[in-house]
């Protein structure tokens, strides 16, 4: 250890302390959890957690290091792979120089043997208690090295974390929770589809057995990266175990010439002893605190009107236009059009890659139409897909060696599309004047930037794949566009969420959550999104009577109370709808303004549900007002309706409660409904008691307003 070097050193944040074991070759994680006040020393940690082997083990068996070493006898999955033509492989680190700078760590280690530097940075952010980790590799040999691995820091956990919450889903049906217990062996996600995916989002959440929404310990952790990665939780037959996330490379995408320098993407982690719901106060903190640019930061988050489940590819001036003045009449502050606007684009099956406006639909461009919404008083937005091609287009003709492969199989169409190689630099011309033009010559507020493929094939013309040079190509373009037109909001979308992530965040304002509006779907579906992302980013439509995906029958009630909770917005043929529907998406979008103020800056409480139930609450950060929805997922299993119990609320306050949606709740006996609204309520009855539930058909909600006293 050289001598400037501490034993220990902690970060501390409002609630949580971490702190790490400089004494070791390699640094590690000796606790990150709960504040420690200052009776509690490094050495203390550390005295309590001497350990013995088993007689057959190793004398010592390996730290877990934030980059564990298989050098070191580490038997786990090592977090830095590399070699140099095969040899060079067994990395020894030693810690070179450690520094403490605002609550941020940073801890060079170098490796004589392999010839790297390693530098893991570390912060605790102080309000929101988000820790963020990077690890970097640098190539101090004179030769390249093969990085086949450079994981984010790894994070040993609690013997007691013996459960694993993973995020899975499909398109259309996304962020869905799975649980199970840990096991011996390792709980591995592998994502290879080029982009985050709909099936294995970079997050989990590892928890004691008792954890529930609103108590008990747990890590969430996410990786902010909208490419491929894996992610693992391994139990070693220590018992010991360990999270380690990062990205995945393919063979030979990553190499380092001397001098050369890779860093991992941001691990961002919180740590809990209130349940799931602290987890995401949390990450919605830090998203609100670090990612919202500062552009929207204050803004208020325009209701969308979009024309995607409204027309689909059948525009016509005329036509967007009727519907841009309903969408004005019931509240709508963005009109975004969709698919279909640009060149020879009449379906799916051409157009992608020439981003022209179609003057068979527009004669005279996008003005008259942007004019027509823009009177209405509505901002302009566009749907555009600036990674890929179709093959029946003129981009493609002119280039179809933009196009990346995995030569010599055949190129794998999907949704009739390929994937431009934005690597290159002539890709990344074309597409940023394309956009570039577009956004100059019409007052265009917002891009909703599609990519509705994965990549199979990750190639480039050489050979070689560039899965993580496509994704900060991606980021380069956003990035570039963002400077150059910094009023143009970006929405980020994939199919529906393939492509949410903190990674994303940073250069876009908006995640389409899921293509699927079945509001019911949506309530489990944004139940595991807003995990990691609060509700002002969680696009949230109003979709059809009868859902285009799932050909669910929803009442405009259920769809509408399911929307107002995130960046609400209406995708539905306005132009079909009764007087009846209208007026009450009318006062559904009115009720979301009157609260999006609260529902986009309070805090989320996930409610303890039965499995048919939704419910959860957001309350303002002073504590002095709240909105709870609770939904009836299903027919009632006994003849009178349950409990429900609030959670968060100040339990010495009063709070006037009233049912603010419905606008009308149908009983057809007295029940809670006719006595409760106004009513003054002690917060400790709402939370110990809770409110008894009226008789709720299936698939109906409850919204309830809370105002302290
Ligand atoms: C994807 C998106 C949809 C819509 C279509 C248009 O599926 O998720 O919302 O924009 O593309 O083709």
Known sequence: MAPSIKSFYALHSRNCSL??????????????????????????????????????CQAQEALITLSPEAATGFMGSPGVQMHRSGRQWAIYAKTKSVNLVD???????????????????????????????TTAITNIGSSALWLDRCDAPCIPLP?????????????????????????????????????????????????????NESSGSAYGLHLGWSGNHQLRIEEQHTGQAYAQLGELFFPGEMSLEPGEKYCSPTLYGTSTAHGFSAISESFHGYVRASLT?????????????????????????????????????????????????????KSDKAGLGDWFVDNTVFEDGLGPLIDHVKAKNMEFGLWVEPEMVNPDSDLYRAH????????????????????????????????????????????????????????????????????????????????????AHPAVEIESCSSGGGRADFG????????????????????????????????????????????????????????????????????????????????????????????????????LVRLNTQSNENGFGIIAQDGGEALFSYTQLDSLSHSVGGRLQFIGLDSNGLYQVSIVWPQEPKSYSTSILDVINGSVISGEALTKAGIQLPIMHPASLLVFHLIRR
Request: net charge negative; with cysteine.
């Open 19 to 56: 702190v790490i074991d400089c004494r070791g070759n390699a640094p590690a994680i000796l606790y990150w959890g709960s504040r420690l006040s200052e009776a509690t020393s490094p050495d203390m940690l550390s005295l309590l957690a001497t350990r013995q082997e088993l007689q057959a």
């Open 103 to 133: 609550n941020q760590l940073t801890i060079i280690s170098q490796c004589h043997g392999a010839e790297i530097q390693l530098t893991h940075c570390l912060a605790l952010h102080a309000s929101t208690d988000v820790l963020t980790a």
């Open 159 to 211: 013997m007691r974390y013996n459960k694993i919450l993973g995020f899975t889903g499909r398109w259309a049906n996304e962020f869905q929770q799975v649980s199970i217990d840990r096991f011996p062996g390792a709980y591995v996600r592998e994502n290879r589809s080029g982009r985050t995916s709909h099936d294995s989002f970079p997050g989990v959440v590892v928890h004691t057995e008792d954890t």
């Open 293 to 345: 640019d500062k552009r929207v930061r204050n803004k208020v988050r325009p209701v969308h009107f979009n024309t995607w489940e409204a027309v689909y590819f059948d525009l016509s001036y005329d036509r967007l236009c009727e519907l841009a003045d309903v969408a004005a009449e019931v509240g709508a502050e963005r009109f975004v059009l969709d698919d279909g606007w640009f060149k020879n684009r």
């Open 400 to 483: 179809s060696d933009w196009v990346l492969n995995a030569d010599p199989a055949p190129l794998i169409l999907s949704r009739n599309q390929l994937v431009l190689d934005l690597t290159r630099t002539e890709v990344q011309t074309y597409l940023f004047e394309r956009l570039d033009a577009l956004l100059t010559e019409y007052s265009i507020s917002y891009l909703k930037w599609d990519m509705n493929r994965a990549v199979y094939q990750p190639n480039n013309q050489g050979g070689r794949a560039v899965g993580h040079y496509q994704t900060n190509a991606l980021y380069t373009l956003l990035g570039r566009l963002r400077a």
């Open 504 to 603: 994303v965040l940073e250069f876009t304002d908006r995640i389409w959550t899921s293509d699927s509006n079945d509001a019911l779907d949506r309530l489990r579906i944004q139940k595991g999104f807003s995990m990691f992302f609060p509700a002002e980013v969680m696009g949230a439509h109003i979709g059809p009577g009868v859902c285009h995906i799932t050909g669910r029958i929803l009442s405009m009630e259920t769809r509408a109370g399911v929307a107002m909770f995130g960046h609400m917005g209406i995708e539905a043929n306005l132009l079909e709808m009764d007087d009846d529907q209208t007026e009450t998406l009318k006062a559904g979008v009115a009720l979301h303004k009157k609260h999006r103020q609260l529902i986009h800056s309070g805090n």
